[in-house]
């Protein structure tokens, strides 16, 4: 969602659940992807390279998974150098050039390419060094599709990785994706929307407990 102004786009993105309240299952896995835009989020600045942004935020969901659902059973390091998120989880890359046209030009450097040769990296529209002034999104996500699933159930060294029942539990989750738009700024990044982010205000939102204003953030309902 968002709003074009002067012919700028914005590209944001909420989860939030039908029923107005997250499950167990469906808190943990937001939780999870929200803690990986904050890690982001937490550092980015210019002079950053995003593919090393991207690896960070796959790295954050994979250690939140297997610390709130024991997803992962092999040692994080060998889940990252898998790149089994990239793989399996989050498909897409975590951010893209953000301006004339939603997923905008100028994510690579004049005369360099995607490396197609490494799996982590995918699905990424950004990969190059950040520069002050660039406008991007930032949208870790994390997909529960039983086609990559069952893909990865199969798979005769990464299916010996992960806990297939707990992945497999989370397969009505759906999925979830959290998209920021931010401003590179001198010295690290300010987010230009102003939107319910934690579970407790989503909810809080969906049930009329709270308004919420771009500006001022949640308010009492008057």
């Not at 786009?9 to 939780?31: I, N, R, W």
């Not at 998974?65 to 790149?83: H, M, N, Q, W, Y």
């Not at 992960?162 to 992945?167: D, I, W």
């Not at 989750?173 to 700024?185: A, F, H, N, Q, S």
Request: aromatic share 8%; proline share 5%; charged share 25%.
């Amino acid at each position: 969602m968002g709003a074009e102004y002067h012919c700028y786009t914005a590209d944001v993105t909420c989860t939030f659940p039908t029923s107005g309240k997250f499950t167990e299952l469906q808190k943990e896995a937001y939780e999870s992807v929200l803690a990986a835009v904050h890690a982001v989020e937490g550092i980015l600045r210019p002079g950053l390279d995003y593919r090393e942004m991207h690896r960070k935020a796959t790295r954050v969901i994979a250690e939140e998974l297997t610390k709130r659902l024991g997803l992962f059973t092999a040692p994080i390091d060998a889940v990252c150098s898998e790149a089994l998120v990239s793989r399996y989880l989050m498909p897409h890359g975590l951010g893209h050039m953000l301006g004339l046209d939603c997923h905008d030009v100028g994510g690579y450097e004049p005369g360099h390419f995607k490396d197609k040769d490494d799996v982590s990296l995918t699905g990424l529209r950004l990969g190059r060094v950040i520069k002050e002034g660039f406008v991007l999104t930032v949208e870790p996500g994390c997909y529960f599709n039983p086609y990559l699933i069952d893909k990865w159930c199969s798979h005769p060294i990464h299916s010996k990785m992960v806990n297939e029942a707990v992945l497999r539990s989370l397969i009505p989750v759906g999925g979830i994706r959290i998209e920021d738009d931010v401003l590179i700024t001198r010295d690290g990044c300010r987010v230009l929307n102003d939107i319910p982010r934690s579970v407790e205000d989503i909810e809080a939102y969906m049930q009329g407990r709270i308004d919420w204003i771009p500006g001022k953030g949640k308010v009492p309902v008057a």
